[in-house]
């Protein structure tokens, strides 16, 4: 029996990508044991992947070195006796932990002069390995097949209906079809659908006999409260109302996710929604929701995909020209 400590992505989206990789070791090794380090915020997603044992807290902030921390949790997990670790981030301070715990077998992509704490590093062609999911999975193969993998198995989280049930209640929502929008953008501005056309498409939807739920985090409340302004009952601000948890159940329950290329687009993809991802300053070639059941909207201009967390040109023409009337028609369809 082979047991994997796995260090995990630091973002929402990643993490849920990140479970093809998990499906993938237990589709080779059915009776391995998978933990998976992560961010306090992991926690809960990481409890709907059947996949995982443990989600262990890596409780450093976004780019601290937290040598020490590091240092302390590994030695920690050394009675594990983990068979191999993986390391899904390139940076080094992400090899430590595996390291600390003396895990033999350290596996992970070349970077970062990580030669003494990765004992087997990988090569990333980002031509052949043109994807976040084929890079994620990759490292879960035999080197021979790993460029690029033959299978991709697409995440699939679980649900809880008693919770479903009672963020219905709690939040007194309407037992009209449910669309969900995420207006979020925490990559930055240049992912963002504007706001307007969040509010004009969910009008839309409104009169079409719909309820709108806006979900997001707490910085996104403001959007939300814009989105929905003047649109009555049926539409739900829920931004900083729930918990990342809760988000996983909500999509699920909903008809149709409408969302910029963000971590809740993947969760919805996850819970089997049918997904609408706004694509512009980012590629559907490179991070699409894994899921048979899209629609992308993406014009395709010749400044976009420019991967800036601001439009270089100060214009997001690609978000902006991507119009309501033309998602809500693809809706109907």
Known sequence: MVKYLIVGPS??????????????????????????????????????????????VLPTSHGEWGIKTRLTIGKRLRDESYSKAIVIPRSWKSALVPFFANIPHRIGFKGEQRYVLLNERRKLDKNILNQTVKRFVSLGVNNQEAYPPNILPQPKLAIDKANQIELYKKHSLSQRPAIALMPGAEFGPSKQWPIPHFHELAKKLIEKGHQVWILGGPKDQQDGNEIIKDLGEYAVNLCGKTQLVDAIDL?????????????????????????????????????????????????????S?????ECPLGHTNCQYKIKPSSIYESLLN
């Not at 059915?30 to 933990?35: K, R, S, T, V």
């Not at 995909?305 to 967390?309: Q, V």
């Open 11 to 56: 973002w929402v989206g990643d993490m849920v990508m990140a479970q093809s990789l998990f499906m993938t070791i237990k589709q080779q090794e059915p009776d391995a044991i998978i933990d998976v380090i992560g961010p306090n915020w992991s926690v809960p997603i990481l409890a709907r992947m059947p996949e995982v044992r443990n989600a262990i």
């Open 251 to 303: 999509l699920e329950a909903a008809e149709v996710a409408i969302s910029n290329d963000s971590g809740l687009m993947h969760v919805a993809a996850a819970v089997g929604t049918r997904v609408h991802g706004i694509y512009g300053s980012t590629s559907e070639l490179f991070t699409p929701p894994l899921t048979d059941n899209k629609v992308i909207h993406n014009l395709h201009l010749e400044c």
């Open 305 to 309: 995909p420019c991967f800036k967390r």
